[in-house]
């Protein structure tokens, strides 16, 4: 079905306070130069003790609103892709439409992981061309800080805090949807969690300190295997060649893991954008968060060809091929 929905608007917010790796070198047997040499990342920002993903949520859709001069009043869904929700209920989402007062709207959380910001913009390509909404905004918050164990130099050097705010709209002449594909491995699922009520995966037990745990090299063996084959097939449902690519946004995981993948599937590194260096691995909330930095260096523009990619706990990936214009 051909798209009906346009991205028209984009908000980001990161916190004020930064992690540098010479910080992270007190905490833990770390440097500044291991930290760059396998990740990249030089700093993660990291939310004050009273900022929550709601509040993160709340300022990058001020800003998408300041930006864009949209109004929010209209807003008929509201979609919050986060794994570090303030509370287990209500959603983000129903926070975000108690804070600014939008009457009529649908509210809901989802959790796809690093995955999760473009499983809320195929779900909300799906309902504005579908008929059933208008006007979705889709946005990726988390304070990975908060479930971050800070004695575990192998997880604690990566993961930072941030949000990014889309809003989708209906416009039949001219969309920004041209093709996506997913994919889920959920025997994968063990190679990175944050445990809940379960206290076992698969029959095995479960680290239960209720922070992040992952097993980084697997989940770099599956990421550097699973996105490059996809893309392919992406490229295919749009009927177009990488070289008709003007910007790869994978999520922005690990500087090195990118890398690879660009070499897997022939797509230059130099058209990558992430968000890794300043930010650290935000989850969700990379792929916005690179975008803009991609915006603010006045690299993207309108008419651009976009591959976004994200992948993570799940195991679970989407990729969206989108047309970036927002008139």
Known sequence: MTSKARISAIGTYVPEKRLTNNDLAKMVDTSDEWIIQRTGIKERRIAGEEEFASTLAIKAIENLAANSNQS?????????????????????????????????????????????????????????????????????????????????????????????????????ENPSFLASHMGTNGEGGIHIYRTALSEKMNGEPLNNSGKMVQNGREVYKWATRTIP????????????????????????????????????????????????????????????????IGLDEQKIKNGDHLLLYGFGGGLTHLGLIIKWNLV
């Open 72 to 172: 929010l009043h209209d807003v008929d869904f509201i979609i919050v892709a986060t794994t570090t929700a303030d509370y287990g209920f209500p959603s983000v989402a129903a926070q975000i439409q108690s804070h600014f007062k939008i009457e009529q709207t649908g509210a809901i959380d989802l959790s796809a992981a690093c995955a999760g910001f473009t499983y809320g913009l195929h779900l909300a390509n799906s309902m504005i061309t579908s008929g059933m909404h208008k006007k979705i905004l889709v946005v990726a918050t988390e304070t990975l800080s908060k479930v971050t164990d800070y004695t575990d130099r192998t997880t604690c050097i990566l993961f930072g805090d941030g949000a990014g705010a889309f809003l989708v709209e209906y416009d039949e």
């Open 229 to 292: 084959a996809s893309m392919d097939t992406l490229l295919k449902k749009a009927n177009m060649k990488k070289e008709q690519l003007d910007w790869f946004v994978p999520h922005s995981a690990n500087l090195r893991m990118i890398e690879s993948i660009c070499d897997k599937s022939g797509v230059p590194i130099e058209n990558a954008l992430t968000s890794m260096v300043p930010y650290g691995n935000t989850s969700s909330s990379s792929i916005p968060l690179a975008i803009q």
